[in-house]
Nanobody, 115 residues
Framework: QVQFVESGGGLVQPGGSLRLSCVAS????????MAWFRQTPGRERERVAA????????NYPDSVKGRFTISRDNGKNTVYLQMDSLNPEDTAAYYC????????WGQGTQVTVSS
């Protein structure tokens, strides 16, 4: 069973940046279209970025377009999310998963944007 371990979250001021990492176990990672999701209490999980097996980002939602950048390193079984120009609305727990969110969710990493 594939497992995901997210890291890199923290407290950041508005306008700041963070880089999230997600390491996957197993050997199937390179065959997955991967995505980053975020969730706040009381709201549905939202996909904020996705990337093909070959490393091409898919369209970003308007809420993060131009500020978030997804990338991956198949040799390290890792997907990244570079987040720039953060604002308080980006505060959430962030998770990685396959595009459809079909694998058991990891614990996520909390991002808090506040002054």
């Amino acid at each position: 069973q594939v497992q995901f371990v997210e890291s890199g979250g923290g407290l950041v001021q508005p306008g700041g940046s963070l880089r999230l990492s997600c390491v996957a176990s197993g050997t199937a990672f390179r065959t997955y279209t991967m995505a980053w999701f975020r969730q706040t209490p009381g709201r549905e999980r939202e996909r904020v970025a996705a990337i093909t097996t070959g490393g091409s980002p898919l369209n970003y939602p308007d809420s993060v377009k131009g500020r978030f950048t997804i990338s991956r390193d198949n040799g390290k079984n890792t997907v990244y999310l570079q987040m720039d120009s953060l604002n308080p609305e980006d505060t959430a727990a962030y998770y990685c998963n396959r595009f459809a969110g079909s694998i058991t969710w990891g614990q996520g990493t909390q991002v808090t944007v506040s002054s």
